[in-house]
């Protein structure tokens, strides 16, 4: 299991709990992960979603869809 916090109020309170996570990024205010394949984004904001080559986080993110070519 992955499981990523976030300390509020000086707890630590559990954000995301994912499993077979093979890669994670943490840039800016976001997490980026890939699962089967498929790169995911989490953040406070926007909550989580599912990155794919036309989705807004594909030219603002540092590419982050190249990162993750370039790791395989």
């Known amino acids: ?4 916090y976030r300390n509020i109020n000086n707890q630590k309170v559990i954000i995301l709990e994912i499993q077979n996570i093979s890669n ?9 992960f890939i699962k089967d394949d498929i790169i995911y984004a989490y953040n406070d ?3 989580l979603k599912k990155i794919i080559k036309h989705n ?7 590419n982050i869809y190249d990162f993750y070519i370039k790791k395989n």
């Open 45 to 47: 904001k926007y909550g």
């Open 56 to 62: 807004e986080l594909y030219f603002n993110k540092n």
């Open 1 to 4: 299991n992955n499981t990523i």
């Open 24 to 32: 994670i990024l943490i840039k800016d205010n976001y997490i980026f």
